[in-house]
């Protein structure tokens, strides 16, 4: 974890170790969980309604009071990397962009940030993937990722020694990634480690040769605050872009979660693939990073 | 107020117009703007495709009324509308400004090297009758478009950053800034030289001109012979004696400056002091029709068009078959300026002589985006169609017929997975198509230091692509990409396609 961590952050860790600090979130009693039981490592929630699955699912992890203090700045990543339609299931869907946002704001954030260093022209995807209209009603600044915005920062990871990073994000005092579960083509699966992709710039193709450990480098250095996966509708081939609507599969899930490994081993569980298969989530859980292993981890699973 | 001011206020008017109409022509700013407006009004264009195709496209009828202007009242368009003129206007008034009237006057003699427009007009006409259409390469409309659009905005950007939001780069912009700049830079010394010498939208207007009913008129009784009407004569029409019909602009700067209310505009004045015809020489004219003439046969005699194409013209999407589509682009460079990529860069000869200047894909540069049919949407002549998203894609009623640009072919010595022992297939993650026309095979190779490794080594499926060239671009092997779009397979030529559907 390369992030500078503020003072309010480290108090805020050292509060939610002492017990009985989470007696006191309102939001956790209303999920209704009980007061002793701490909250599951992935709540996973099933249910047409995208925007209402999202509330739930970060509703049955405490809270977005547990991720986001007064006045804090957000940053939200959506993946937005591709000039198509919600239906494509190429981008994140807007909605559950849009109710990520507003739980931001509900929780007294200051200002949400949503960007995406895209494949396609950024303007194109901003628009077509919906997201861009969904987080300005929400009241987001959703920002073009401009070439000047990106700073050369020391990753010091495995494969990536230092890597130009989008500032907005690591300027934020929160950092929540909202991807969408997909297929890919080099890494068989994108789901929340592979976004990370989207706040750097630079000549991202050199990173293919070693894309596994990068992936897992761009993980250890983002370390984000809260992770909700869109798995509303997947693209299960033809990734990470596909293009046709015989690509996709509805699934109606949407999973949050604090554990980057643990949410790509239930994304790739999704893609009915065992996650130990996938080179990443396999090195990422390996490196201390997290859990894959879906079947030792607390998993709430619930009905909208 | 008096008429020059309205003059005047007429051409503040266009130029702020046509300058508007330039910049607007960007994918972000499109709206619904009419951009291709000057160019539909401008006759030599209307006509120039006439000739070449027999046929007139979309909105190139705006030019009849043009044309019905020019027949009654003269150039006007050139005093009054012409954005290119209006700029020639300033910078001739910039740098005489401060001259003696005398000075003044002489530098506004008439020469008989203006009629040297004539005769390109003539040679442009001769080409166009054969099938070939180069008038754009002086149209003062297209020539002040290209300019903007190739090396003004560019530059303007470059210096400022505050255009674009990716600073497009055109190969040899320079080349079209300079030019520009020396067009502009001869009206010191020779005011209006564009105007008076090479325009040859100037031209047909000038013969045009011949019929209109109004004109320039002096009183020879009122007259002293002060020459004084040429201080500011645009067109250097030869008000102080026998008018020159077809190469006065209108401009009524003559009616301000006598000072013995010897000129005024009048309907159908006597005709014995007119000179109703250019100032031709029929040998001249002969050598000009030669010359158009001759173009025609030389230029396609190096084979460009039949089995010598050229695998860099790779044309926009909804590009007609190339005899067709050189019959109608005008080197306007619009397309060029609206395409969001930046993928579309003016040749130089890979198109043939008779290509120069027109747009085709380099995929360095970037590719063509799956859902853009913009390069269409602004073509004034339909040398690229105004295409549907349904019919690039092969949806809809296109069902399974693509519109494809060209096709991509893997260099195997190059591309890492197949060269380099390195994993990659960038391109298959970047090809828009789907099923993707991009494919891999797993391979098992046994690496330098003994290590086992399995690569996906890439290939093209035939029937998927369409050329888009985003493989190549965003092939990390930067310089020559392991992937390389070619325009063979290109479905607007049966001669050039390499599949039976």
Known sequence: MSRVRSRREALRTLAFAAPGAFAAGSSLLATGLGQSSPPPDLAVIHGADAGAATRQ???????????????????????????????????????????????????????????????DLAERCYRRSGIQAAA?????????????????????GEAIAEWEVYAGAIEADRLINVPIVKHHSLCRLTAGMKNWFGLLGGQRDRLHDRIHAAIVDLAQFFGPDLIVLDATRILVRNGPQGGSLSDVRLADTV??????????????DLLDMPPGEVEYVRTADVRGLGSMRLDRLRVLRRDL | MNITKTRLAFQVFFVGLFLFLAFVTAFDRLKGFPVSLFLELDPLVGIGTSLTTHSLYRGLLWALPVVLLTLVLGRVFCGWVCPFGAIHHLIGWLSVRRSSPQQQVEGNRYRRINAFKYYLLVAFGAAALLGTLQIGLLDPIVTFYRSLSTAVWPTVDQATGSIFLR???????????????????????????????????????????????????????????????????????????????????????????????AISFRFLPSVT??????????????????????????????????????????????????????????????????????????????????????????????????????????????????????????????????????????????????????????CEEVCPTSPKAIFTRPVEVVSRNGTTLTLKQPYVDLERCTGCGICEYACPVKDLAGVRVTAIGETRSADRTLLLN
Not at chain 1, 255 to 268: C, K, N, R, S
Not at chain 2, 196 to 218: K, N, S
């Open chain 1, 57 to 119: 699912a970060v509703a049955a992890l405490g809270g977005m009071r547990r991720f986001v203090s007064r006045g804090d700045v957000v940053f939200v990543k959506p993946n937005i990397g591709w000039a198509r339609v919600p239906a494509q299931a190429a981008n994140t869907h807007p909605e559950v962009v849009r109710a990520v946002v507003e739980l931001c704001y509900e929780a007294g954030a200051k200002l949400v940030k949503v960007a995406d260093h895209t494949l």
């Open chain 1, 136 to 156: 300005e009603r929400a009241g987001a600044s959703v920002e073009l990722a401009e070439p000047s915005r990106f700073r050369v920062m020391p990753l010091r």
């Open chain 1, 255 to 268: 999973a949050a979660g604090t554990d980057q490994v643990a949410i790509d081993a239930l994304a790739a």
């Open chain 2, 167 to 261: 600073p497009p780069a055109y190969r040899l912009s320079w080349v079209f800034g300079s030019l520009f700049g020396l067009l502009l830079v001869l009206n010191v010394g020779w005011p209006r030289f564009f105007c008076r010498v090479l325009c040859p939208l100037g031209a047909l207007m000038g013969l045009l001109g011949r019929f209109a009913w109004w004109r320039i008129d002096r009183d020879p009784a009122k007259c002293t012979d002060c020459d004084l009407c040429l201080k500011a004569c645009e067109g250097a029409a030869d008000p102080q004696s026998h008018l020159r019909k077809a190469e006065c602009f209108v401009c009524m700067n003559c009616l301000n400056d006598c000072q013995y209310g």
């Open chain 2, 273 to 426: 002091r007119e000179v109703a015809h250019p100032d031709l020489r029929r040998r001249h004219v002969l050598l000009g029709a030669l010359a158009g003439v001759l173009f025609y046969p030389l230029s396609r005699a190096s084979g460009e068009l039949t089995k010598n194409f050229d695998k860099a013209v790779i044309r926009p999407p909804g590009s007609l078959a190339e005899p067709e589509f050189l019959a109608r682009c005008t080197k306007c460079e619009q397309c060029l300026r609206v395409c969001p990529t930046n993928v579309l860069q003016p040749t130089l000869f890979e198109a043939g002589l008779e290509g120069f200047w027109t747009p085709v894909m380099n995929n360095r540069m970037g590719y063509c985006e799956l859902n853009c049919v913009l390069c269409g949407q602004v073509c004034p002549t339909g040398a690229i169609e105004r295409i549907s998203l349904d019919r690039k894609l092969g949806l809809g009623e296109y069902r399974d017929r693509p519109i494809k640009v060209g096709t991509a072919f893997f260099d195997r010595g190059r591309c890492l997975p197949w060269a380099m022992d390195t994993h990659c297939v960038v």
